[in-house]
């Protein structure tokens, strides 16, 4: 169960980042997006990916 | 386990957390559910994105083709093929094998009793398999934990009861440890009778916090490899590389 906990909070913290500009969490992209005003996100990789159904298809 | 569907796989998306209110309206059931698991682990069973080529006939044609001349190949590919729609939008990716309902790590709901997600089966799930984190599946509840401080139960009880930990946001953790409260003011002329919401000292110190999630996941990881854990064996899914390189 704390594995489970683990992935849940690793996957969530890389989730704040996703709303964040990316030269806010990045030295490297501090370094490469130097012109004023730019506030790329991070690239679209999730930790965790969703099935989604209705709630009469589980259990 | 999330069985194979008649067509032989199970679905999954890959939109982003403040995007997934988009799979609600594919279907108008009103209840519906949604259950996270870890990418990486969804990878080691074959994770696939889908190829929809409604629009493509000389993709379709080429496909036909090769249903003639080679079909064990073809089988292959079909599961990951939809000629008929165009729903790329969903970021749809796909396993050809079942999926162990115990890896899940997260599971979200559209409805809710006394403010807490509804889950079905929820408490056998847990019986079984430990408990899992649960949200009510709205994009303002996704992106509002994010900017939340996080509690939980003390770390330092994990060694006595690893199966109580628990985390809280601080919206749900606010209705956890405070309670309304009638105290008496005195005014010049007469008392006042008034509602304080108050905190519930003793609940209060079941908890810590607050915490970022990254803290949460260092304080797992950690306590994991304390306990004699190989932490690149248990927590081989993490994308995290050093992430117990902070604390001792």
């Known amino acids: ?59 | 386990m999330l069985k194979l569907n008649p067509r032989g796989y199970v679905s999954f998306t890959e939109l982003p957390i403040g995007e997934l209110d988009r799979m609600k309206f594919r279907k108008h059931a009103a209840a519906q559910v949604a259950i996270g698991f870890p990418r990486r682990y969804i990878e080691t069973l074959g994770l696939t994105p889908v190829w929809y080529l409604k629009h493509d006939t000389t993709a379709t044609n080429a496909l036909a083709r090769l249903r003639t001349a080679d079909p064990s190949a073809y089988d292959v590919l079909a599961s990951f093929i939809d000629e008929a729609d165009d729903v790329s939008s969903f970021q749809e990716v796909r396993t050809t094998t079942a999926v162990p309902i115990a890896e899940a790590v997260w599971m979200l709901s559209t409805t809710r009793v006394d403010g807490y997600p509804l889950i079905p089966d929820a408490a056998e799930f847990a019986a079984r398999y430990g408990r899992i984190p649960t949200s009510f599946w709205h994009r303002s509840h996704q992106l509002g934990i994010l900017d939340e401080g996080q509690f939980t139960t003390p770390v330092s009880n994990l060694a006595a009861a690893p199966a109580e930990f628990r985390i809280f946001g601080e919206h749900c953790w606010k209705r956890e440890v405070r309670q309304r409260s009638e105290l008496t003011i005195s005014l010049p002329v007469h008392d006042a009778y008034v509602v304080f919401e108050v905190a519930d000292f003793a609940k209060h110190r079941q908890f810590e916090g607050p915490w970022r999630f990254i803290d949460i996941a260092q304080m797992l990881a950690q306590y994991l490899s304390n306990s004699g854990e190989d932490i690149d064996s248990v927590l081989s899914y993490r994308v995290i590389k050093n992430i117990t390189s902070r604390l001792k």
Not at chain 1, 4 to 32: D, H, K, M, N, W
Not at chain 1, 42 to 47: C, G, L, R, S
């Open chain 1, 1 to 59: 169960m704390l594995v489970r906990y683990f992935y849940f909070s690793e996957a969530l913290a890389i989730y704040e980042l996703y709303y964040r500009p990316i030269v806010s969490t990045s030295t490297e992209a501090q370094e490469e997006l130097t012109d004023p005003g730019r506030l790329d996100r991070p690239p679209t990789w999730v930790p965790l990916v969703f099935h989604c159904t209705s709630a009469d298809q589980i259990g």
